[in-house]
Structure formats: structure tokens, C-alpha cells
């Protein structure tokens, strides 16, 4: 069975400095991963998707995760946070070939100016 | 193409009504999944259609909820009789050729009092 696990729930940064939400995972083969961004008041929206092309994946608005397999981790990163930035944000597994996604619980981002 | 479009975008009921929630899917896009987003659960996967036939309802919390896909442009997520506890955003997602990638809409906040 696959899972994701996001080890902060909230997450606080200065406008400028790099931001770390962290993502570990677990599955039986070698997973799909995701993350998702979420703007208060607003639907998901992909961040940025690995399949097993390359472990550096680089998504929208200057993000990027490395899958780690050692690890089992796929962390999101930033170099420099934007206050538009704010948001929650999803690290999501994809459960097979099923189409299906499974997400985890969320990491709120705070960014202060 | 607009998106996946979700209506209402608010529903406010009554407990023992019955609502109904709508989703026009992307042009083309033969997945179609139902969530609900609640702080205590996270965002839960309800069911999910493949080409407007239901491939896994085993989200849907009791017999009260309901969904259709009459065509590949139209959904419905019926709650009868609702009860407060159904209070949560519900979204509608859908995929197509890539089907690890789900587009949202920016869902329905319903709230039953």
C-alpha cells in the first residue's frame, strides 16, 4: 500500500529565505509523486510531478523536490520565499495504475514579510 | 478550455434537506473524482468515475451520499438527507491522458446547520 507522510503541519519563513516542506513515503514499487499546491479559498493545483525520469524535479513559481530514495523522501524546496507563497501544500502518491491519488495531510506554509 | 467547473460555488441547507453538487469535467478528460475536504480528515477521495461509469465508491461515508455521471460533461454528488456533519468543501478533479495529473475545481463550501 502506498502512503505519504508530511512531517510539519505548519511551516513558518521570512519573505527571501528558502522554504523546506518535508514529504516521506512509502510504497511497495516505485511510486508516482506529486505535489499540490492550495490558495485559501481555492481548488488544488500541481506543483510539480517525478516519475523515475530524473530525482531533481523542477515545478512552477521556482520550486523543486529530489526524490531520495535511500530516504524515502520527496522534500519541496524554494531558494527564496514569495509572500505569494502562502498556502498549503500537498505531497500526494500516486496508488498504482489506478488513476487514483493519495494525499497527505498538508503543510501549511506562513510566509512573513 | 474553462476548467473543471464546480456549482454552486456555496450551499447553505438545512439539516434534512437534500443537496446537490455539480461538476462540468475538462473537454475530454475520462476520469472524474469526487473529494471532501474537512480540517479534521484532510482532503478524502469519495469516488471516482472512468468514461461516467463508477470505478471505486468505497470513499462514500454512508448510503445518504450518492453520485452520478449521466454523460462525459456532467456530474452530480447528492447528500439526502444531509446532517451538519456533511459541513466540508467538497471538489470535484479530473484527469485525461496523463491520469496521474488531476485538475480541481475550486469546489463547494457546503455548510449544514
Known amino acids: 500500500a502506498q502512503s505519504v507522510t508530511q512531517l510539519d503541519s505548519h511551516v513558518s519563513v521570512s519573505e527571501g529565505t528558502p522554504v523546506l516542506l518535508r514529504c516521506n513515503y512509502s510504497s511497495s514499487y516505485s511510486p508516482s509523486l506529486f505535489w499540490y499546491v492550495q490558495h485559501p479559498n481555492k481548488g488544488l493545483q500541481l506543483l510539480l510531478k517525478?516519475?523515475?525520469?530524473?530525482?531533481l524535479v523542477k515545478g512552477i513559481n521556482g520550486f523543486e523536490a529530489e526524490f531520495k530514495k535511500s530516504e524515502t523522501s520527496f522534500h519541496l524546496t524554494k531558494p527564496s520565499a514569495h509572500m505569494s507563497d502562502a498556502a498549503e501544500y500537498f505531497c500526494v502518491v500516486g496508488a498504482s495504475n489506478t488513476g487514483k491519488l493519495i494525499f497527505g495531510q498538508g503543510t501549511t506554509l506562513q510566509v512573513k514579510p | 478550455d474553462a476548467g473543471v467547473i464546480q456549482s454552486p460555488r456555496h450551499e447553505v441547507t438545512e439539516m434534512g434537506q437534500e443537496v446537490t453538487l455539480r461538476c462540468k469535467p475538462i473537454?475530454?478528460?475520462?476520469?472524474l473524482f469526487w473529494y471532501r475536504q474537512t480540517m479534521m480528515r484532510g482532503l478524502e477521495l469519495l469516488i471516482y468515475f472512468n468514461n461516467n461509469v463508477p470505478i471505486d465508491d468505497s470513499g462514500m461515508p454512508e448510503d445518504r451520499f450518492s453520485a452520478k455521471m449521466p454523460n462525459a460533461s456532467f456530474s452530480t454528488l447528492k447528500i439526502q438527507p444531509s446532517e451538519p456533519r456533511d459541513s466540508a468543501v467538497y471538489f470535484c478533479?479530473?484527469?485525461?491522458?496523463?491520469?496521474?495529473?488531476?485538475?480541481f475545481g475550486a469546489g463547494t463550501r457546503l455548510s449544514v446547520l
Open positions: 478533479a479530473t484527469s485525461g491522458a496523463d491520469r496521474d495529473i488531476q485538475y
Open positions: 473537454s475530454g478528460h475520462d476520469y
Open positions: 517525478y516519475t523515475s525520469a530524473a530525482t
